[in-house]
């Protein structure tokens, strides 16, 4: 599967994802990481990719909560210009709120005691988007969307977490990073059927 998603030149997401540290996450990274999780929740990723860069000038690039805070109207309005959805943008304005309130110092002790609970206190962040978003800031666990699910239904694994740890163990990937590889190979519609004949590395997705 690495290789298939090698050959279709998403080798960077795996690569990011190894340097994902929650130890020493920053704000910016912080609110950058929890915006993106909001705006792909319930969107295909590759169309909040083609918007983020503009979104993120219009949220003073993440600079600090409290900058975001006091120009919050501003950030939204301009926000929805590229991308019509308020609440969203409204969420993203609250995640600012809920650092400056509480400082990020404050925020990183809890997320480092339990990461999970903490970020369901976040606007748009549920069970399976707050471990999108702790995989995202660096914690060892994947998240368990559709199309992990459907892989480990299909490899006759009991969940997402049993496949990717099993597969950790094997191969002494973090569990985040085998995350990414499954997740991009079906995102991108990888080979299921040549998963048990060992042929995916003769396979390409333009091919």
């Known amino acids: 599967m690495r290789t298939w998603i090698s050959r279709a030149g998403f080798d960077w997401e795996a690569d990011w994802q190894r340097t994902r540290n929650l130890e020493t996450v920053t704000e910016r990274e912080f609110l950058c990481e929890t915006a993106w999780v909001i705006l792909c929740s319930g969107f295909r990723a590759a169309v ?6 503009h979104i993120s000038l219009c949220f003073c690039d993440w600079e600090s909560a409290e900058v975001i805070w006091r120009s919050r109207e501003l950030c939204v309005s301009t926000a929805m210009g590229v991308f019509r959805h308020e609440q969203k943008m409204r969420a993203i304005a609250e995640v600012a709120a809920f650092v400056n309130r ?3 110092p404050s925020v990183l002790e809890r997320l480092r005691s339990d990461a999970l609970p903490t970020l369901q206190e976040l606007p748009y962040i ?3 988007t707050s471990m999108h978003l702790a995989k995202n800031l660096g914690c060892p666990m994947p998240k368990p969307d559709r199309h992990l699910v459907r892989l480990a239904q299909r490899l006759s694994c009991s969940s ?3 496949l990717c740890e099993s597969v950790s163990t094997a191969t002494g990937e973090p569990v985040s990073v085998v995350d990414v590889v499954f997740w991009r190979f079906m995102e991108q519609g990888g080979p299921l059927d040549l998963i048990a004949s060992g042929a995916l590395a003769d ?3 333009l091919q």
Do not use: S
């Open 126 to 128: 549920g069970p399976v």
């Open 160 to 162: 997402p977490f049993e």
């Open 203 to 205: 396979t390409h997705p």
């Open 102 to 104: 509480e400082g990020f």
């Open 48 to 53: 909040i990719r083609q918007r983020f860069d």
